[in-house]
């Protein structure tokens, strides 16, 4: 393994191991694009009754360009605040993943991404 790749790899176990330890859900690329998702918490339970929110900072990579929040396969419309809340979609009861995608400007993934499974009442 070359030395770059050891510090690259060093420095994911690390940014890993910070994340963990911040309870926040991130995922990082080797293009510099970044998936933090604050709220909801993976496996935090939701209201059906409630507009439920997505709180989220994206930095962007070489080629990224917005990114798209799904609930379950359901795409929804581009972002491009790269820091806040966006409201989700009602959600009916039951079992739903919550994810964050960066995308290029043809709207396909660029890899970073995140995701949180949630329960609905």
Known sequence: MTTLLKNTFRVSVAVVALLSASSLLSVASAAGGMVVISSPKDGAMLSA???NKIDYEVT???GDDHFH???D???GGPV?????SETLPKLTPGDHVIEIKIVDKAHVPTGPAASVKVKVQ
């Open 49 to 51: 009754a409630s507009d």
């Open 69 to 71: 929040i799904w609930v």
């Open 60 to 62: 962007l990579g070489s």
């Open 73 to 75: 396969d359901n795409r």
């Open 80 to 84: 491009r605040g790269l820091k806040g």
